[in-house]
Every structure is written in C-alpha cells, then in structure tokens.
Nanobody, 122 residues
Framework: QVQLVESGGGLVQPGGSLRLSCAAS????????MGWFRQVPGKDREFVAA????????LYADSVKGRFTISRDNAKNTVYLQMSSLKPEDTAVYYCAVGKLYGVTLGPYDYWGQGTQVTVSS
C-alpha cells in the first residue's frame, strides 16, 4: 500500500522560509516522479512543482519559480519542497503526490498525501 506522510507545514511570516517533507512507502520510490500541489478554499488544486524519479529533472509553476525548490532523497524515500521568500498568496494546503507513469516527470498522479497547512501571515 502506497503511503505518503507529510510534515513541515505551519505558520510563517512573509519573506520567511519553510521546508515541507513527504516520506513515501509502499513502492519503489525512485521509479516514479513526485509532485507538490496546493489548494485554497474555493479554488482548484494548483500545480506547484514536480521532480523525476531520479531527481534529474524538475519543473515549477511560474508563480513559485525562483522561490521554491523541489528535491528528493531516494535513500530516504523522501521528497522535499523548500519554500523561500514566502508570500501571503502562498497560503494553502500543500499536497505531495506519486506519479502514475514511469519515466514521466509531470503527469497524472496516482496517490496523494493527506495535505499540510502552510499559512503565510504577519
């Protein structure tokens, strides 16, 4: 059974930083891409970042490019989202997800974490 356990969310001041972690289990971690998404009430879930199974390719939404960094440690079966220069509009529930297809960095996602709240406020 695939399981994703997130941590690292919380309250942070504008301009501050947070690192989200997503620990995965139940599959061969390095064979599938991973993604981060976010969602606020009343809006659709929004793509944030994606990383290939090997970690060699990363993709970012324009809204976070230059501020967020996605990475993975395949030895620890963990994907990270380092968030810097945070803005109030980054406030959302953040979800990690496992890619459904092999060899695809950004694509359909098969499993989702429980989500963790990130609040950027003074």
């Amino acid at each position: 059974q695939v399981q994703l356990v997130e941590s690292g969310g919380g309250l942070v001041q504008p301009g501050g930083s947070l690192r989200l972690s997503c620990a995965a289990s139940g599959y061969t971690f390095n064979t599938r891409g991973m993604g981060w998404f976010r969602q606020v009430p009343g809006k659709d879930r929004e793509f944030v970042a994606a990383i290939s199974g090997s970690g060699g390719t990363t993709l970012y939404a324009d809204s976070v490019k230059g501020r967020f960094t996605i990475s993975r440690d395949n030895a620890k079966n963990t994907v990270y989202l380092q968030m810097s220069s945070l803005k109030p509009e980054d406030t959302a529930v953040y979800y990690c997800a496992v890619g459904k297809l092999y060899g695809v960095t950004l694509g359909p996602y098969d499993y989702w974490g429980q989500g963790t709240q990130v609040t950027v406020s003074s």
